[in-house]
C-alpha cells in the first residue's frame, strides 16, 4: 500500500465545474505539498500546508491532519487547469524532526474539456 | 528573483557513459533535493543535501551519485548508463527545513534525459 494515495486516478470535467482531488496519507508529516505538472512540462508547487485551508485565486487546498486528508478545490473550472496534480508528504523524521525527502502521490490527470 | 536553474534542459546520451546534471538554487537557498521522474515509477526521491552535507539518500543504485558546493549549487552524476535511467530529472530548493514544513520550496523545469 502506497503511504500517499489520491483519487480519482483520471478526472474529466466540463468546463466551469467544481473539482475536488482527494489525497490521503499513512505517515506522520510536516507538511503537504499539491503539485501541478503540465503534459511534457516541469512541476509547480501550488499549495504548502500544515494546517488548515489556503487559497490561491480559483484553487483551495485544505488539510486535516488528524484524519490524514488533504483536498484541492478547484472552482469554475478552464481548459487550461488540464494537468496532473499530484500530491506529496513531507513525512516526519522519526526523532520528530523534518526533511526535504517527499513521498508522491501517483497523481490525478485532470482533463477539463471546454 | 530568480528561480531554480537546471541545465541542461535536455539531453541525449549512449548507453554506458556517464552523465552530470546541474542544479542552481535560489538564491539563499541551502537545501537541494533531487527527484527523478519516470512514466512506471512517477516521482521517486534521489538525495537531499543542506549546507554541503547530504541529508538523506532514496533507493537508488550507487550509479546515482550527487553533491553539493559551498554556493550552494548542486550536482548530481549517473555512472554507466542503462536504458532505464532515461527520465525527468527535478531539483527542488528551500532555505532551510523546521518540524513544520518547508521555506520557500520550489521546483526547478528539470533536466530530461534520453538514454539510447
Known amino acids: 500500500k502506497n503511504e500517499v494515495e489520491q483519487s480519482p486516478q483520471n478526472l474529466t470535467a466540463q468546463e466551469g465545474e467544481f473539482i475536488t482531488i482527494n489525497c490521503s496519507y499513512s505517515v506522520g508529516i510536516s507538511a503537504l505539498h499539491w503539485l501541478q505538472q503540465h503534459p511534457g512540462g516541469g512541476i509547480v508547487s501550488l499549495f504548502m500546508?500544515?494546517?488548515g485551508k489556503k487559497k490561491h485565486g480559483r484553487l483551495i487546498a485544505t488539510i486535516n491532519i488528524q484524519e490524514k486528508h488533504s483536498s484541492l478545490h478547484i472552482t469554475a473550472s478552464h481548459p487550461r487547469d488540464s494537468a496532473v496534480y499530484i500530491c506529496a508528504v513531507l513525512p516526519l523524521m522519526n526523532y520528530g524532526g523534518a526533511t526535504n525527502k517527499l513521498i508522491f502521490g501517483t497523481g490525478t490527470l485532470l482533463a477539463v474539456q471546454p | 528573483k530568480a528561480g531554480v536553474t537546471q541545465t541542461p534542459r535536455y539531453l541525449i546520451k549512449t548507453r554506458g557513459q556517464q552523465v552530470t546534471l546541474s542544479c542552481s538554487p535560489i538564491?539563499?537557498?541551502?537545501?537541494v533535493s533531487w527527484y527523478q521522474q519516470t512514466p512506471g515509477q512517477g516521482l521517486q526521491f534521489l538525495f537531499e543535501y543542506f549546507s554541503e552535507t547530504q541529508r538523506n539518500k532514496g533507493n537508488f543504485p550507487g550509479r546515482f551519485s550527487g553533491r553539493q558546493f559551498s554556493n550552494s549549487r548542486s550536482e548530481m552524476n549517473v555512472s554507466t548508463l542503462e536504458l532505464g535511467d532515461s527520465a525527468l530529472y527535478l531539483c527542488?530548493?528551500?532555505w532551510g527545513f523546521g518540524t513544520r514544513g518547508y521555506y520557500g520550496y520550489t521546483f526547478g523545469s528539470g533536466t530530461r534525459l534520453t538514454v539510447v
Open positions: 538564491s539563499g537557498h541551502r537545501s
Open positions: 500546508l500544515s494546517s
Open positions: 527542488a530548493s528551500s
